[in-house]
């Protein structure tokens, strides 16, 4: 078995996020490298207007910058992405009260980010895929 905590090549971190250990020596500790696996959670999307075009919002990990959001979407989903506009939250804290004594707790700290999309994706949502899965079938 490949121990990664022991290899020189890959060291795992939190959130799928593995640091090169020999690319980090020649260019610096400051390079990540991000691996396909980042959650991105759709919330919602809107279709495109006449007045507007069409926007989706994410739920994304808390490190993720802008131009992450974009490069992923792009190169893993092949979706013309135009604008992403980003907005963190912190967790709630919350009280419970038991018999013996008050517990408290919070949950955990996201982000979301607000995607635009080009002009030429007018549809968002099932509506494109399933004339693809009718063409498929027959």
Excluded at 35 to 57: C, D, G, Q
Excluded at 91 to 120: C, E, H, L, M
Aim: hydrophobic content about 40%.
């Amino acid at each position: 078995t490949l121990d990664y905590r022991r290899s020189a090549y890959l060291r795992p971190s939190i959130w799928g996020l593995y640091t090169t250990m020999s690319l980090a020596t020649k260019f610096g500790p400051g390079l990540r490298v991000w691996m396909p696996n980042m959650p991105i959670v759709l919330l919602s999307a809107r279709n495109a207007t006449e007045t507007s075009a069409a926007t989706a919002t994410f739920r994304v990990l808390p490190k993720m910058t802008k131009h992450e959001v974009k490069e992923h979407l792009t190169k893993i989903y092949n979706l013309p992405v135009a604008k992403v506009n980003t907005q963190n939250y912190l967790g709630k804290r919350k009280r419970v009260v038991g018999k013996r004594r008050i517990a408290y707790y919070k949950n955990a700290d996201f982000k979301k980010a607000i995607v635009t999309f080009g002009p030429s994706l007018t549809d968002v949502g099932l509506g494109a895929q399933v004339g693809e899965m009718e063409e498929e079938e027959e």
